[in-house]
């Protein structure tokens, strides 16, 4: 279903987080994620504390759903104590398996959460196979 691709942007992550360094449009900061499937729908939660809604950027192209979102500073010129909590640019991409129907993909935004509901597309989904015998055909030859 999800792909794991780039251990690298993985590593990338971490030392962010662990250093402190906030994110740029050039170098994203961290973006933590659940994901999880449940029947024939797929989930993915991102976490967004202290992100607008409207600064949430989130694209499909083929099988690779990108999300983007910006958390601002709150203290513009003011004296700064303390900054533990990360600002900047966080991005994350997802490659996901052909059988997701990424036209459908529903996303919502609600305390913090970015929450995206991919469903498994209809002709990935389990079915029956009618078996035919081959008697009906012996009985129309006359065999």
Do not use: C
């Not at 029947?39 to 600064?55: A, I």
């Not at 709150?74 to 533990?84: F, N, P, S």
């Not at 919502?108 to 509901?117: C, I, S």
């Amino acid at each position: 279903m999800l792909m794991r691709t780039d251990p690298f942007r993985e590593l990338d992550r971490l030392t962010q987080q662990v250093l402190g360094t906030g994110g740029s449009f050039a170098r994203s900061s961290l973006m933590p994620m659940d994901a999880w499937r449940d029947g024939d729908t797929f989930h993915v939660e991102f976490d967004l504390p202290g992100v607008e809604p409207d600064g949430i950027d989130l694209d499909v192209e083929r099988n690779v759903v990108t999300v983007k979102a910006e958390r601002r500073p709150r203290y513009d010129e003011k004296q700064l104590i303390a900054a533990e909590r990360p600002f900047g640019v966080f991005s994350r991409q997802l490659v996901l398996g052909d059988n997701l129907d990424t036209g459908r993909i529903e996303a919502r935004y609600d305390g913090g959460v970015l929450t995206l509901t991919i469903p498994v597309a209809e002709e990935a989904k389990p079915r029956k196979i009618e078996i035919t015998g081959a008697t009906e055909d012996r009985q129309a030859i006359g065999a």
